[in-house]
């Protein structure tokens, strides 16, 4: 098995996904909130065990960013690699 990388969420991130979730509640069902949320905790446990498997935007001299989807960035510090 290969190694599990440890996935730390921002306070910003975590506030996004909080506010998706409070407008889908508003906005469209408890459902579509739940579903969506569901959908982003899983995109997330999937970075634990394959980060590189995401679509690599660009690297610099002290991050590596890649695309998770449409809009939607991961911003890795380089010393997550060592």
Known sequence: MGQIYQVVLTA??????????????????????ERVKAGIEEEIAKLAHMPES????????????YCLSAGVEMVLPDHFYH
């Open 54 to 65: 995401r679509g690599l935007l660009r690297r610099t001299k002290s991050e590596t960013v």
């Open 12 to 33: 910003g991130a975590q506030a996004d996904i909080r506010n998706i979730y409070d407008y889908l509640l508003e906005n469209a069902s408890y459902q579509t909130a």
